[in-house]
């Protein structure tokens, strides 16, 4: 373990500290070359990207992208992107009000309403599959975009509100009082005082829950057909194997993985809180 | 005045309106309405449902006999638990979870501990390490399948060309090794998560107390073993839970990678298959009550950490 002192302390060892580092970026590009790989592959021709051994060099080419549009994938991107948009909108709606009264006018007991939310994010997705299914039958609302909204609205209420309560703490209550001081209802409040100090976290609830919904497979695979149809339901298409169609999988992973990485990156610092569903900072 | 609302929670903070028991209870409501429309939805969307299949659960209800519907007791939980699939479905869920979490919970704290360092590039090498992560599951199984494991075009098996020439081995790693194919898919991917919160547990460790007890002479490994670990503790507790409670319900990768073939159908997978192909409605509400069970188990544990956190956060 003796490698493994310097890391503790971050003093400044020259030789140790070095390979440490080196290290670092070894494990970090093991780790992103898979997707590297992907990206690759996806700009290669369906010929190229069968070789074995791989041909790193092998001339770029859009085919597999032109493949995999071929195959009709806006519908079920635009269902996703429905899907995510406005059960996101619909999450922070619910969300920031909830978050203002466990934060700063609580409720009594504001402690339990907090860790009842959370808990119903730890009941399994299999467990209230098959009531919503039936549900859904009977009233005619199967494969319908607006049963997913709902659905990914309650998946992600939890860690919107968890995430929003901890950022809304941070509001100074001086800044309130002035406010009732000066007779706002609450609504204005709301609006014009607490909204804009608490705004970057409003954004980075909101990308994280369109993440999860964006993600999500087992609800969509089982409650839409045709119609509402999401991306990752479009891409088990591509499960079993179709001959040469290595460069349209990539491709189609690359394509449907983008607003992912996009949103993901924009929101790199407050990951961690909203994967800790606000826990840890 | 300034009213920390942490540590004073249901103490009222306008004195001059309470003074009636109506108007209490009028600011009582006031109070509460704005959390009501989200908790009224998260009970009748996620409470409900789960009500019914623990009803279900005790029925007889297959969707193909629709005649023979009526209450069947504890029927179903005895076919379920004697039923040597769904047994080997539980120990596969076993298995992959344990598997899963433990492994990226390790790499993830060594990378911690690597990324806890100042170094040229320690950004791009968090953004490396994060991109994992940001790859929609079913995307990143269908990576692995195709583009890694594939015996006959996949990177693996290319990399092992390159090194060994035309007679290296060339192995069909998913068919050998089904589940752990899908336990590596994983870990790659949930390694980045246990990594975020470890680090930001490591970059919350008071640096003064560590340096005082380097000058009082304690080498590294005590500072780690009896300073770092320690305070790493419920960090290492809080990613574990989570990431089991994820990892738990996994479906997508099991679904792209082997769909269930090769002796890797995890109780997600068996109750999806049971319900959506053979229609046995009790039974597959039987096998969901069972997981619900075992992630109580799991979620009593992940509460009660979140839960100190919290406190401690709070008290702070």
């Not at chain 1, 770029?60 to 429905?82: E, I, Q, R, V």
């Not at chain 1, 804009?196 to 954004?203: K, L, N, Q």
């Not at chain 2, 490591?202 to 300073?227: C, H, K, T």
């Not at chain 2, 069972?290 to 509460?303: E, H, K, Q, S």
């Amino acid at each position: 373990m003796s490698s493994g002192v310097t890391i503790v302390t971050g003093k400044k060892n020259r030789g140790g500290g070095f390979v440490l580092s080196g290290l670092a970026w070894v494990v970090g590009i093991l780790f992103v070359m898979p997707v590297l790989w992907m990206l690759l592959t996806s700009f290669h021709s369906e010929e190229d990207a069968a070789k074995n051994p791989p041909d790193i060099a092998a001339p770029l080419s859009l085919g597999g992208y032109k493949a995999f549009f071929d195959t009709g994938p806006w519908p079920s991107l635009a269902n996703s992107l429905t899907a995510s948009v406005l059960s996101t909108a619909l999450v922070i709606l619910l969300a920031f009000p909830a978050a203002y009264a466990l934060s700063i006018r609580p409720v009594k007991k504001w402690t339990d309403v907090l860790f009842f939310f959370l808990s119903t994010k730890m009941l399994p997705v299999v467990a209230g599959l098959l009531p919503i299914y039936l549900f859904a039958q009977s009233v005619n609302f199967l494969d319908n975009i607006w049963l997913l909204i709902i659905l990914y609205t309650s998946m992600n209420l939890p860690i919107a509100v968890w995430m929003l309560r901890s950022f809304l703490s941070e509001v100074p209550v001086e800044i309130l009082e002035a406010a009732s001081v000066d007779g706002a209802s609450i609504t204005r409040t709301l609006r014009s005082v607490v909204a804009p100090v608490v705004t970057p976290g409003i954004a980075s609830a909101a990308l994280i829950c369109f993440i999860f919904s964006w993600n999500e497979l087992l609800f969509a695979r089982v409650l839409t057909g045709t119609v509402a149809q999401t991306a990752p339901v479009f891409l088990t298409g591509f499960v079993t194997s179709q001959g040469l169609f290595l460069a349209k999988v990539c491709a189609a992973s690359i394509v449907v993985s983008l607003p992912v990485l996009i949103a993901g990156f924009a929101a790199q610092d407050k990951l961690v809180q909203g994967l800790s569903l606000g826990a840890v900072k | 005045m300034s009213v920390d609302t942490k540590d004073a929670p249901s103490k009222p903070k306008h004195s001059g309106t309470q003074t009636g028991s109506f108007m209490r209870k009028t600011g009582d409501w006031a109070r509460r309405a704005p959390l009501l429309p989200a908790l009224i939805f998260m009970i009748v969307v996620t409470q409900l449902p789960f009500l019914v299949t623990l009803f279900t659960s005790f029925m007889d209800w297959n969707a193909y006999y629709p005649d023979e519907r009526g209450f069947a007791g504890i029927d179903n939980f005895r076919r379920v638990l004697t039923d040597a699939n769904t047994r080997h479905a539980i120990w596969v869920t076993i298995l992959l979870t344990a598997g899963v979490v433990l492994i990226s919970l390790l790499l993830g704290l060594g990378i911690a501990l690597l990324l806890d360092r100042k170094f040229r590039g320690r950004g791009a090498v968090r953004t490396m390490m994060i991109t994992p992560f940001l790859v929609v599951p079913v995307a990143a199984a269908l990576l692995w399948k195709h583009a890694l494991y594939n015996p006959s075009y996949g990177l693996f098996n290319g990399v092992l060309k390159w090194i060994f020439g035309e007679n290296a081995p060339q192995p069909d790693w998913i068919s050998n090794q089904p589940l752990w194919s899908i336990i590596f898919a994983l870990v790659w991917q949930w390694t980045p998560f246990m990594m975020l919160i470890l680090l930001a547990g490591l970059q919350s460790r008071p640096l003064d107390v560590i340096e005082a007890a380097g000058i009082d002479g304690a080498n590294q490994w005590e500072i780690f073993r009896y300073m770092t670990l320690p305070h790493l503790r419920q960090y290492l507790e809080l990613s574990a839970l989570l990431g089991s409670i994820y990892v738990v319900q996994n479906f997508d990768a099991v679904f792209t990678i082997t769909s269930g073939g090769l002796g890797t159908a995890n109780l997600p997978y068996t109750i999806y298959q049971t319900f959506y192909t053979a229609h046995d409605y009790g039974r597959a509400s039987a096998a969901g009550v069972i997981v619900v069970i075992g992630t109580i188990a799991i979620a009593t544990f992940a509460l009660r950490s979140v839960s100190t956190l919290f406190r401690e956060e709070s008290g702070k």
